[in-house]
């Protein structure tokens, strides 16, 4: 899918999508999303070449509205193909932090492993000149209720405080996911640490622990069992 939808990396993922060519009057799924365009299924009653109006219902940030042109027919085994022509009112810059998370979350991000996930200990946690209360963390990553959410992809440089001892411990991170907090759920990110080694994960595992060894993560689960890093377990 090389030059699907004008995109070097289009990415598996499935999202509503309603289109029309004056205002939109039908609703398809993607197959594929890209930085340009997206490759639609199911739509009816529109050709190569035709102008489009959409409506993008991006997860975890609402509806965003765009401009686009069809450039294959349905037809085409490919899908229909559509390529961004005018995003309205800064949804640019949503779209753009959505692929970023979806290109984070896919194979052609890193490795995912999911942790199990604790709650004992609450750390202060500090990144450039921001500071949070840790929500849930792992051995994978950690989730910052913060009403400031930063986008999907970002990377940090974490220094996670221990409440107990006040000793510090610096991680590399990246926002991994986004919980607007509109379903009940508290508003935060989900942090997901990069270049966890095993020796760096016993090391963050004796860190957890320094104020009592019944703080301690627990070991590895089943990642078909287990939530994803970082986020509040319910």
Same mark, same amino acid.
């Given at each position: =899918?090389?030059?699907?939808?004008?995109?070097?990396?289009?990415?598996?993922?499935?999202?509503?999508?309603?289109?029309?060519?004056?205002?939109?009057?039908?609703?398809?799924?993607?197959?594929?999303?890209?930085?340009?365009?997206?490759?639609?299924?199911?739509?009816?009653?529109?050709?190569?070449?035709?102008?489009?109006?959409?409506?993008?219902?991006?997860?975890?940030?609402?509806?965003?509205?765009?401009?686009?042109?069809?450039?294959?027919?349905?037809?085409?085994?490919?899908?229909?193909?559509?390529?961004?022509?005018?995003? =309205?009112?800064?949804?640019?810059?949503?779209?753009?932090?959505?692929?970023?998370?979806?290109?984070?979350?896919?194979?052609?991000?890193?490795?995912?492993?999911?942790?199990?996930?604790?709650?004992?200990?609450?750390?202060?946690?500090?990144?450039?000149?921001?500071?949070?209360?840790?929500?849930?963390?792992?051995?994978?990553?950690?989730?910052?209720?913060?009403?400031?959410?930063?986008?999907?992809?970002?990377?940090?440089?974490?220094?996670?405080?221990?409440?107990?001892?006040?000793?510090?411990?610096?991680?590399?991170?990246?926002?991994?996911?986004?919980?607007?907090?509109?379903?009940?759920?508290?508003?935060?990110?989900?942090?997901?640490?990069?270049?966890?080694?095993?020796?760096?994960?016993?090391?963050?595992?004796?860190?957890?622990?320094?104020?009592?060894?019944?703080?301690?993560?627990?070991?590895?689960?089943?990642?078909?069992?287990?939530?994803?890093?970082?986020?509040?377990?319910?």
């Amino acid at each position: =899918m090389a030059d699907d939808a004008r995109s070097p990396t289009p990415f598996d993922a499935r999202i509503r999508v309603d289109m029309g060519v004056f205002e939109p009057d039908q609703t398809c799924w993607s197959r594929a999303v890209s930085r340009y365009g997206l490759i639609l299924e199911d739509a009816q009653g529109v050709k190569a070449g035709d102008m489009v109006w959409l409506h993008l219902h991006v997860p975890n940030a609402g509806v965003i509205e765009a401009t686009a042109v069809i450039r294959r027919s349905p037809a085409l085994a490919g899908g229909l193909q559509v390529e961004f022509s005018m995003f =309205m009112r800064g949804a640019h810059t949503v779209w753009e932090s959505y692929i970023d998370s979806v290109s984070w979350q896919s194979g052609s991000g890193r490795e995912r492993r999911v942790w199990p996930r604790h709650d004992a200990v609450t750390f202060l946690v500090r990144a450039s000149d921001q500071e949070w209360r840790s929500g849930n963390i792992s051995l994978g990553g950690v989730f910052l209720p913060s009403k400031l959410l930063l986008p999907a992809g970002t990377p940090v440089a974490l220094e996670l405080v221990h409440p107990d001892t006040q000793d510090a411990m610096s991680l590399e991170a990246r926002v991994a996911r986004l919980q607007p907090g509109d379903d009940g759920a508290p508003r935060g990110m989900g942090v997901e640490f990069l270049g966890i080694t095993d020796e760096l994960r016993d090391a963050l595992r004796a860190f957890i622990a320094a104020g009592d060894p019944e703080d301690a993560p627990p070991e590895d689960v089943d990642p078909t069992d287990a939530p994803e890093p970082g986020l509040p377990t319910g």
